[in-house]
């Protein structure tokens, strides 16, 4: 199937977990952050507030907040006193906690995280989220276990947790797509593109074959539309243009061949489907920030969240 190698292939990086909890009558205001954030109700329940509106959250639901968004956790009817909003800050070791309220007295306790999900270069899978999400999972001790482990490395960082982490939050992305396209849930453009018949050999043509000299008009062909249909129909899926996927899904297979063997430069431009070095160059250096050259040579744990590709990708 077409999302199967779309999940495959996903890059996640997942920044320091916080456990936040709340007490009754407290509000914890949560600022608004380039990369969309997770919170899991671990016990309890209370609510989210956005823009003015209140979503409740019961034990075990997850909420996927959009980026740049700024929200708040609240516990309690009557909500009059708010704590400090937390500044970002600098990640360290260990479990970071954030309270509202007295110690000891919060009633709502929530894993709280941001993540960056990307495919195809820097296409973020939730670029495209306008609205807060949120899911029942009191259904699915797989989902409870996902959060268990993720706390459980950051509590007890070890070799190879960063690994882990992006491991687990891997599973957690997968039970959440599952459980959005059983619905054809419409804030996540690109899912409900996977269901669509004239998109599916299109994608999947990009996907397997990025070396093609796919154009738009072909692309348009083969989902049997018109070129300007084609067009609209694939920017509100994915937010660009079919040739950028094109592009950054060229770049993408570079980046992983530049790390994975022994191939020249030049060889490797010509298996992705660029026509010259020079063009081929000049794409990685505008996608990545480096030549291909310098990119061989850095540390793929160094770099990789950065470049929006995961260090699994890379070996």
């Known amino acids: 199937m077409l999302i199967e190698r779309l999940f495959e292939n996903l890059a996640v990086t997942v920044e320091p977990f916080s456990v936040c909890g709340v007490a009754k009558g407290w509000?914890?205001?949560?600022?608004?952050?380039?990369?969309?954030?997770?919170?899991?109700?671990?016990?309890?329940?209370?609510?989210?507030?956005?823009?003015?509106?209140?979503?409740?959250?019961?034990?075990?639901?997850?909420?996927?907040?959009?980026?740049?968004?700024?929200?708040?956790?609240?516990?309690?009817?009557?909500?009059?006193?708010?704590?400090?909003?937390?500044?970002?800050?600098?990640?360290?070791?260990?479990?970071?906690?954030?309270?509202?309220?007295?110690?000891?007295?919060?009633?709502?306790?929530?894993?709280?995280?941001?993540?960056?999900?990307?495919?195809?270069?820097?296409?973020?899978?939730?670029?495209?989220?306008?609205?807060?999400?949120?899911?029942?999972?009191?259904?699915?001790?797989?989902?409870?276990?996902?959060?268990?482990?993720?706390?459980?490395?950051?509590?007890?960082?070890?070799?190879g947790s960063r690994a882990m982490m992006a491991a687990l939050m891997h599973q957690c992305l997968i039970l959440v797509f599952r459980r959005l396209s059983k619905h054809a849930d419409c804030r996540l453009p690109w899912l409900s593109a996977m269901d669509d018949q004239r998109m599916i050999p299109v994608v999947d043509a990009i996907l397997s074959r990025p070396e093609r000299p796919h154009s738009l008009e072909s692309l348009a062909e083969l989902g049997h539309m018109s070129r300007s249909v084609f067009a609209a129909r694939f920017r509100e899926s994915f937010g660009r243009t079919p040739m950028d996927f094109v592009r950054d899904t060229r770049l993408r297979q570079a980046a992983q061949?530049?790390?994975?063997?022994?191939?020249?430069?030049?060889?490797?431009?010509?298996?992705?489907?660029?026509?010259?070095?020079?063009?081929?160059?000049?794409?990685?250096?505008?996608?990545?920030?480096?030549?291909?050259?310098?990119?061989?040579?850095?540390?793929?744990?160094?770099?990789?969240?950065?470049?929006?590709l995961s260090s699994g990708e890379l070996a």
């Open 27 to 159: 509000r914890l205001p949560l600022p608004a952050l380039e990369w969309v954030t997770l919170h899991y109700v671990l016990q309890g329940e209370g609510t989210l507030r956005v823009d003015g509106k209140a979503q409740r959250l019961g034990r075990y639901t997850l909420a996927i907040v959009p980026p740049r968004l700024t929200h708040a956790l609240e516990c309690g009817r009557e909500v009059r006193l708010k704590a400090a909003a937390p500044g970002e800050g600098e990640a360290v070791p260990g479990l970071q906690k954030l309270t509202a309220g007295p110690a000891g007295h919060s009633e709502l306790m929530a894993a709280c995280g941001r993540i960056r999900v990307t495919y195809g270069g820097n296409l973020g899978l939730f670029d495209l989220l306008r609205e807060v999400i949120t899911l029942d999972f009191s259904d699915s001790p797989q989902m409870r276990a996902t959060f268990e482990g993720l706390l459980r490395e950051q509590q007890a960082p070890a070799p």
């Open 257 to 308: 061949m530049l790390h994975s063997g022994e191939l020249s430069v030049d060889a490797i431009a010509s298996r992705v489907g660029f026509a010259s070095r020079s063009h081929f160059s000049r794409a990685f250096r505008d996608q990545f920030g480096r030549s291909p050259a310098e990119f061989r040579k850095v540390p793929v744990e160094a770099m990789a969240p950065a470049w929006g």
